[in-house]
């Protein structure tokens, strides 16, 4: 099986930067995909970012030119580097892994934006 363990939340004021990681381990394959996901309260979880195995990258519009998702494939690892924070960006933020049909889930870092 697989876990997800997030880490990197907190605190930061609005325009400030974050990093956040997330450590997979279990019975991971070559082949899989690492996403973001955040959910703010009230409203329903939402794609954030992904990375494939292979290298490729996507990020949704609304983050696009402020978020860095990028991957250590020799640690299982993926990073979310976060960047001109917003009150909007408070979040929980989950980490995900795909492979060969079966989603897997972290336990989510909270990660709060205010002055």
């Known amino acids: 099986q697989v876990q997800l363990v997030e880490s990197g939340g907190g605190l930061v004021q609005p325009g400030g930067s974050l990093r956040l990681s997330c450590a997979a381990s279990?019975?991971?394959?070559?082949?899989?995909?690492m996403s973001w996901y955040r959910q703010a309260p009230g409203k329903e979880r939402e794609l954030v970012a992904t990375k494939t195995s292979g290298g490729t990258a996507n990020s949704v519009d609304s983050v696009k030119g402020r978020v860095t998702i990028s991957r250590d494939n020799a640690k299982n690892t993926v990073y979310l580097e976060m960047n001109s924070l917003k009150p909007e960006d408070t979040a929980v933020y989950f980490c995900?892994?795909?492979?060969?049909?079966?989603?897997?889930w972290g336990q989510g870092t909270q990660v709060t934006v205010s002055s």
């Open positions: 279990g019975s991971i394959f070559s082949i899989n995909v």
């Open positions: 995900t892994l795909a492979q060969k049909g079966y989603y897997y």
